[in-house]
């Protein structure tokens, strides 16, 4: 299976800051990455594909880069709707793994 | 509208049989991959396998090979998940989920409302 990880296993900003989150695969994965959030009591809810190309109806300040082994997210003004856990998953190979997540808070 | 719709919440003892299901609607679910997903309390999500309905053709993650059993019934759009005998480490929440590609990305794109299962004596 390939591993995934995040870094940093959680964070905190303020409204209005830009964050950044990173994944990494242990091996290569081109740019089959895609990124969920999740709110508490909710399921996962898609973000992001194919590493930078965001899904329909989210919203514009998050954005994805990487290819190969070292993917980022990057919300680029973060809104109280935005504290979350963010999850990265690679979609190159079956069983298709998910990152241990990345938790953004208050602070 | 993509709907999936999970069975509620379910309290076992070990040892005991436990089916889950997954029903869907407003997409063609005989020609969708369908995947389910544990999440353990404060961990991230894992994939446990995948189905294909129109011909039940399924893909168990190496982990969870012979734990569980994922089926599906296409007379009611629904997927199942079931266990022969529940261990305390099977609690969790358990996804179902719907893969859908997207050019040549695979995501899972729609989710259930996630099915809490406890396992305790």
Same mark, same amino acid.
């Given at each position: 299976?390939?591993?995934?990880?995040?870094?940093? !296993? =959680?964070?905190?900003?303020?409204?209005?800051?830009?964050?950044?989150?990173?994944?990494? =695969?242990?091996?290569?994965?081109?740019? *089959?990455?895609?990124?969920?959030?999740?709110?508490?009591?909710?399921?996962?809810?898609?973000?992001?594909?194919?590493?930078?190309?965001? #899904?329909?109806?989210?919203? !514009?300040?998050? =954005?994805?880069?990487?290819?190969?082994?070292? *993917?980022?997210?990057?919300?680029?003004?973060?809104?109280?709707?935005?504290?979350?856990?963010?999850?990265? #998953? #690679?979609?190159? !190979?079956?069983? *298709?793994?998910?990152?241990?997540?990345?938790?953004?808070?208050?602070? | 509208?993509?709907?999936?719709?999970?069975?509620?919440?379910?309290?076992?003892?070990?040892? &005991?049989?436990?089916?889950?299901?997954?029903?869907?609607?407003? %997409?063609?679910?005989?020609?969708?991959?369908?995947?389910?997903?544990?999440?353990?309390?404060?961990? /991230?999500? &894992?994939?446990?396998?995948?189905? $294909?309905?129109?011909?039940?053709?399924?893909? %168990?993650?190496?982990?969870?090979?012979?734990?569980?059993?994922?089926?599906?019934?296409?007379?009611?759009? +629904?997927? %199942?998940?079931?266990?022969? @005998?529940?261990?305390?480490?099977?609690?969790?929440? $358990? $996804?179902?989920?719907?893969?859908?590609?997207?050019? +040549?990305? &695979?995501?899972?794109? @729609?989710?259930?409302? /996630?099915?809490?299962?406890?396992?305790?004596?």
């Amino acid at each position: 299976d390939i591993q995934m990880t995040q870094s940093p !296993s =959680s964070l905190s900003a303020s409204v209005g800051d830009r964050v950044t989150v990173t994944c990494r =695969s242990s091996q290569s994965i081109a740019n *089959f990455l895609n990124w969920y959030h999740q709110k508490p009591g909710e399921a996962p809810k898609l973000l992001i594909y194919g590493a930078s190309t965001l #899904q329909s109806g989210a919203p !514009s300040r998050f =954005s994805g880069s990487g290819s190969g082994t070292e *993917f980022s997210l990057t919300i680029s003004s973060l809104q109280p709707e935005d504290f979350a856990t963010y999850y990265c #998953q #690679q979609s190159y !190979s079956n069983p *298709f793994t998910f990152g241990p997540g990345t938790k953004v808070d208050i602070k | 509208e993509v709907r999936l719709k999970q069975s509620g919440a379910e309290v076992k003892k070990p040892g &005991e049989s436990l089916q889950i299901s997954c029903q869907t609607s407003g %997409y063609n679910f005989n020609n969708n991959w369908l995947a389910w997903v544990r999440q353990l309390p404060g961990k /991230g999500p &894992e994939w446990m396998g995948i189905i $294909y309905p129109d011909d039940s053709d399924t893909r %168990y993650s190496p982990s969870f090979q012979g734990q569980v059993t994922i089926s599906a019934d296409k007379s009611v759009s +629904t997927a %199942y998940l079931r266990w022969s @005998s529940l261990k305390v480490s099977d609690t969790a929440m $358990y $996804y179902c989920a719907r893969r859908h590609t997207i050019v +040549t990305w &695979e995501v899972l794109d @729609s989710w259930g409302q /996630g099915t809490l299962v406890t396992v305790s004596s």
